[in-house]
T-cell receptor, first 112, second 107 residues
Framework: ETGVTQTPRHLVMGMTNKKSLKCEQHLGHNAMYWYKQSAKKPLELMFV???????ENNSVPSRFSPECPNSSHLFLHLHTLQPEDSALYLCASSPSSEETQYFGPGTRLLVL | EDQVTQSPEALRLQEGESSSLNCSYT??????LFWYRQDPGKGPEFLFTLYSAGEEKEKERLKATLTKKESFLHITAPKPEDSATYLC????????FGTGTSLTVIP
């Protein structure tokens, strides 16, 4: 595997389910990000981790819970989501939090 | 308020018909401007980073330029495979993304 990978690529869940999104980067980067992409809207930055520490949390509802166990892996734990949370969730990484970000393919999430 | 605006929202070109996409920004303390290409159902693919006014970068049929208030992505003699959404992002105290320009190149 090369670059940034995300699993699953597609996810359908009910509002009472608990699921997790996984991101792995094979670039040796130190910063990782979660973004939400909805139609006709700019990418919304959700969380930033630098050297495994959360450095930014942009007023994201607590039903989204990030986890960064090491510099190569990033998770987004989901629970009791709402239909308006349906979107493409993108993971990105960069050498540092000040440099160019490289994106994964995204997870298309549908909340029923 | 820090903001990134891309225009047009959508653009249809005939194959070979050159054009430009615009990204205007109002941020304090620009550190960098980034262009990405995004195909349907995929993540954004990095194209260019520009750091200072007057800087230009090229890759195949694409050329990105930067002024103090905006950036242009020039597409010369586009081909159908250039069809995609092109995203602009600026880095100030944080990253700000535009909503993108959806480009369709018709054979």
């Amino acid at each position: 595997e090369t670059g940034v990978t995300q699993t699953p690529r597609h996810l359908v869940m009910g509002m009472t389910n608990k699921k997790s999104l996984k991101c792995e980067q094979h670039l040796g980067h130190n910063a990782m990000y979660w973004y939400k992409q909805s139609a006709k809207k700019p990418l919304e930055l959700m969380f930033v981790y630098s050297l495994e520490e959360r450095v930014e949390n942009n007023s994201v509802p607590s039903r989204f819970s990030p986890e960064c166990p090491n510099s190569s892996h990033l998770f987004l734990h989901l629970h009791t989501l709402q239909p308006e949370d349906s979107a493409l969730y993108l993971c990105a990484s960069s050498p540092s939090s000040e440099e160019t970000q490289y994106f994964g393919p995204g997870t298309r999430l549908l909340v029923l | 308020e820090d903001q990134v605006t891309q225009s047009p929202e959508a653009l249809r070109l005939q194959e070979g018909e050159s054009s430009s996409l615009n990204c205007s920004y109002t941020v304090s303390g620009l550190r960098g401007l980034f262009w990405y290409r995004q195909d349907p159902g995929k993540g954004p693919e990095f194209l260019f980073t520009l750091y200072s006014a007057g800087e230009e970068k090229e890759k195949e049929r694409l050329k990105a330029t930067l002024t103090k208030k905006e950036s242009f992505l020039h597409i010369t003699a586009p081909k159908p495979e250039d069809s995609a959404t092109y995203l602009c992002a600026v880095q100030a105290n944080q990253f700000y993304f535009g909503t993108g320009t959806s480009l369709t190149v018709i054979p």
